[in-house]
């Protein structure tokens, strides 16, 4: 049987849970026990590999002591284990002493866990599937790491879960043209699942092949830096470390960035790679603002984040983000941000996505902005990034894919200006009042477009919208049982 076939009879096991309502609660549960098993089959590697290492687990907590016997525990014991004791125990874990960080990794991750499965003899036959896969065999873990991308995927039709999915294809493409190097701190201050973070990782240790010896390797895990708020996406996060090889990623905190006021950051804060895709489209609670200086308070999610990256960034260092459009040609605030940018830092290009490269989450369209701090702006670069030849929209079924971006990667160190790229110099800029929504000169406006195609993207819309009332409709309904 194939991993891919495994994870869907677990999700169709866990269906027939009266506990698991949605897409939503189904990855939660799946992933805090894709967590213990990764865990354990990593802790097996370790004790071949580091004489008297300890589990930070206590012995009857760990996945090979209650789960891996397909004929132990189940039925109410098993729930009543998991409910009173497991989580008990791991959601109180004391963090001092020997392994405290591995420690405080576990306790991160189940603080607020929840186990939303009611049915022990169903909640068995889930951990037996999940003991078919032994995350130490390269291949199930290559292939899980591709299963794991359509869990992340499947959380779009979850809610809102899209703000913190970033397509693969851009996160691939920025990694790649910013080229993070050993050694370099790599900060994603809103990392949601770890997506930019896990293909830093593979670029420097894969791709770019720096890592050649065992302190190289200790060197990278120890630069891989990221916070995350929201617990489903930083329970993935951890996860998704643990699967590339981060085998303590304490570095990678549960917590709201921007709750940190702007003047306590010092030179230890400061990071060479920033590489993120801030929630865009929200607002911060209250008294949020009052962390950044006068000037640019506001409560919009996204320019506070800007203004968080511009002070973490050291002297020299790079960033590129994900930016809707409304912050380019934004004024009042907005303006003043884009203006500190741009004096502080050379924002060299700007690629500019169409519509539909976030769908279904969001059909806006997005840019990609890569700056370098510094030295002040002169020129900026825009790059307007076509749909393949043939496609009108993006669509789930028809994501973007990162070969798109070979234009791009070919006209990235020789630039001239095309049919899709164009330069504005730093005078124009400051004559718009800072606005950075510039269109492609060259561009030739489409007609309404394909009735057929045009129709497909509605019903995909539709059909996303009905499946985010009914994950809503699920997380109410849950959330009045456990009131009842």
């Known amino acids: 049987m194939s991993l891919g076939t495994t994870i869907k009879t677990i999700q169709d096991i ?22 213990l098993k990764v865990f354990d089959d990593r802790e097996a590697q370790r004790e071949l590999l580091e004489e008297g290492y300890r589990s930070p687990i206590p012995e009857k907590l760990r996945w090979r002591s209650w789960a891996k016997d397909p004929t132990g525990i189940t039925g109410d014991a098993l729930l009543e284990f998991v409910n009173n004791e ?56 290559h292939q899980f790491g591709e299963i794991y991308e359509q869990l992340l995927a499947d959380l779009q039709n979850a809610g ?10 851009v996160t691939n493409f920025i990694v790649d043209r910013v080229d993070p190097k050993l050694g370099e701190k790599v900060f994603d201050p809103a990392c949601g699942t770890g997506g930019f973070l896990s293909c ?27 916070v995350e708020k929201k617990q489903l996406p930083h329970l993935l996060c951890m996860t998704n470390m643990i699967l590339h090889g981060v085998d303590v ?10 709750t940190r006021p702007l003047r306590e950051y010092g030179p ?28 640019y308070r506001t409560r919009e999610t996204a320019d506070l984040f800007l203004l968080l990256i511009l002070t973490v960034l050291e002297e020299g260092g790079r960033a590129a983000l ?35 490269v976030f769908s279904p989450y969001t059909s806006i369209k997005t840019n990609l902005l890569f700056f370098t701090k510094g030295r002040p702006t002169k020129e900026m670069w825009f790059y ?3 749909y393949p030849p043939g496609y009108k929209s993006y669509s789930k079924t028809k994501p973007m894919q990162f070969a798109e971006f070979k234009p791009e990667q070919a006209w990235w160190t020789n630039r001239t200006e095309n049919e899709h790229a164009w330069k504005v110099s730093i005078e124009d800029i400051k004559a718009r009042g800072y606005n950075l929504d510039i269109k492609n000169p060259r561009a030739v406006e489409e007609g309404p477009g394909n009735a057929n195609e045009l129709l497909e993207q509605y019903q995909e819309l539709a059909l996303a919208g009905t499946q985010a009332r009914e994950a809503l409709r699920g997380e109410l309904k849950a959330a009045l049982e456990r009131k009842a």
């Open 14 to 35: 866990m269906r027939q849970d009266p506990g698991v309502d949605g897409d939503a609660q189904r990855i939660s549960q799946l992933v805090w026990m894709i967590f």
């Open 86 to 141: 497991l989580f008990k125990t791991l959601k109180e874990l004391p963090t001092g002493g020997k392994n405290a960080a591995l420690k405080a990794v576990v306790r991160s991750v189940f603080e607020d866990a929840i186990n939303h499965m009611k049915r022990g003899t169903l909640m068995r036959q889930v951990i037996n599937k999940l003991n078919e896969i032994d995350f130490n065999r390269k291949a199930d873990r």
């Open 160 to 169: 809102n879960a899209g703000e913190y999915y970033t397509p693969r294809a």
């Open 200 to 226: 830093a990782i593979d670029h420097i240790r894969d791709v770019k092949k720096y890592v050649k010896t065992p302190e190289d390797e200790a060197l990278l895990q120890q630069s891989i830096l990221g």
């Open 249 to 258: 990623p304490s570095q990678i905190r549960r917590d709201n960035t921007l």
């Open 268 to 295: 230890k804060d400061k990071v060479q790679v920033v590489i993120t895709n801030p929630p865009f489209g929200g607002v911060e609670e209250p008294g949020i603002e009052s962390n950044f200086p006068q000037a």
């Open 322 to 356: 994900v930016l809707p459009d409304g912050t380019l040609f934004g004024e009042g605030v907005k303006t003043r941000i884009k203006e500190k940018l741009l004096e502080e830092c050379e924002l060299h290009t700007i690629v500019r996505l169409p519509k539909g």
């Open 384 to 386: 307007e990034h076509p």
